[in-house]
């Protein structure tokens, strides 16, 4: 979601330029300590592009009109580093399409990047434990679908947030944007399950932020 | 009888051709004067119009001159202000929490005789900016790319 200008408070802009600047801060301080790998960029960069882009495929639902986020397929492939790809992204997106605002984009990044992270830490955690089934491909689709589809519903959770903190009436904002977003959540949902399962099947590298968890 | 009809229908034409001569001779022009209407349209870039938004526009002073809600096209028409010049339009999306856009609408400036001001910015097509996009980014991953080459040059040589 792309909050303009000048719809939110201050105090809000503020927390969201803070938040964004520690997990940035938190995702170069994490990479220099494992160690750039060198394929990380091509990935990193790609994955920018992929965000960049979706959010152009516009479903028109009535008045509304929502857009694929994604955030879930970047959280689970790029792990911390979908915070930053995601700020590149949106950084991009307010400069080029004017989709949101200038001093929104550190809110927005959280918007985006916490449920991205959160879909990451669901995929890492469920893979791990083996919750769902010890067929790999199997439960790694059904985590994917999973985290994918929640990180709509948290994306949409988080911007209700910041409208309402900034003095939006509650109902009527939580039904707008949770509500427009159940369709993109089903068909995100689907889609991110459908590329992990593909992902692991093929590049089980790919997963997993620096692509050297070891499995 | 005859007679009498042939005068009458003479005489009818002679008032009718009098009638349409001072008509032709005269030809006042009148100018009916109609101030229209000032028209916004707002809709999401590559999608559909804007419905229901709530339109607030402002004179130069920024006092509240008029507001409204766009129609099913998204389209908001309101009667310019005499003697006022520039209007501020702000359009704050309901459907949609959290999209608002402001455009100054100059009158004194050519841009509204084309009936095409511009919202928010320079118009560029879609796919130049797609690719400004990917250059960015590309060239961001090149940034990154060169400077852990630099980092790892720097390790190598120093051993």
């Known amino acids: 979601m792309h909050i303009s200008d000048g719809v939110l408070s201050a105090p809000v802009l503020a927390a969201g330029w803070i938040i964004t600047a520690v997990f940035i801060a938190l995702a170069i301080r994490w990479s220099k300590k494992k160690g750039i790998e060198v394929e990380v960029i091509p990935k990193l960069s790609v994955m920018t592009a992929v965000f960049f882009v979706v959010c152009l495929v516009h479903i028109p639902i009535g008045p509304t009109c929502v857009h694929f986020i994604l955030a879930g397929l970047l959280g689970i492939i790029l792990g911390i580093l979908a915070y930053p790809a995601i700020f590149i992204g949106l950084v991009l997106q307010a400069f080029l399409f004017q989709f949101g605002g200038i001093t929104t984009i550190g809110i927005n990044t959280v918007?985006?990047?916490?449920?991205?992270?959160?879909?990451?830490?669901?995929?890492?955690?469920?893979?791990?434990?083996?919750?769902?089934?010890s067929r790999r491909e199997f439960s790694a689709g059904v985590l994917g679908a999973i985290a994918g589809g929640l990180s709509v519903?948290?994306?949409?959770?988080?911007?209700?947030?910041?409208?309402?903190?900034?003095?939006?009436?509650?109902?009527?904002?939580?039904?707008?944007?949770?509500?427009?977003?159940?369709?993109?959540?089903?068909?995100?949902?689907?889609?991110?399950?459908?590329?992990?399962?593909?992902?692991?099947?093929?590049?089980?590298?790919?997963?997993?932020?620096?692509?050297?968890?070891?499995? | 009888m005859k007679i009498k009809r042939v005068f009458a229908i003479l005489a009818l034409l002679l008032v009718l051709s009098c009638v349409s001569i001072s008509e032709v001779s005269a030809h006042r022009l009148v100018i009916d004067r109609e101030i229209g209407e000032i028209g916004v349209k707002a809709y999401f870039e590559g999608a559909g119009p804007c419905q229901d938004a709530n339109v607030k526009v402002y004179d130069e002073e920024g006092n509240l001159y008029i507001?409204?809600?766009?129609?099913?096209?998204?389209?908001?028409?309101?009667?310019?202000?005499?003697?006022?010049?520039?209007?501020?339009?702000?359009?704050?999306?309901?459907?949609?929490?959290?999209?608002?856009?402001?455009?100054?609408?100059?009158?004194?400036?050519?841009?509204?005789?084309?009936?095409?001001?511009?919202?928010?910015?320079i118009e560029m097509p879609l796919y130049t900016r797609i690719i400004a996009g990917f250059g960015y980014i590309i060239g961001l991953a090149g940034a990154a790319m060169a400077y852990v080459g630099w980092k790892l040059n720097k390790k190598y040589k120093g051993r």
């Not at chain 1, 918007?111 to 089934?133: C, D, H, T």
């Not at chain 1, 959770?157 to 089903?186: C, D, Q, R, Y």
């Open chain 2, 67 to 121: 507001e409204g809600v766009t129609d099913d096209n998204g389209y908001f028409g309101f009667p310019p202000k005499i003697g006022m010049e520039e209007y501020t339009v702000a359009v704050d999306a309901v459907h949609m929490p959290g999209h608002k856009a402001e455009t100054v609408i100059n009158l004194s400036q050519a841009s509204v005789g084309a009936g095409a001001g511009s919202a928010g910015g």
């Open chain 1, 111 to 133: 918007n985006v990047g916490i449920p991205a992270l959160i879909a990451y830490v669901i995929f890492q955690r469920g893979m791990k434990l083996e919750l769902l089934s």
């Open chain 1, 153 to 215: 519903f948290l994306v949409a959770v988080f911007t209700a947030g910041a409208l309402i903190a900034s003095g939006e009436k509650f109902t009527g904002v939580a039904v707008a944007i949770v509500g427009a977003h159940i369709p993109v959540m089903i068909i995100e949902a689907i889609v991110v399950g459908f590329i992990i399962t593909f992902l692991v099947r093929v590049k089980p590298e790919v997963i997993g932020s620096l692509g050297c968890d070891k499995k």
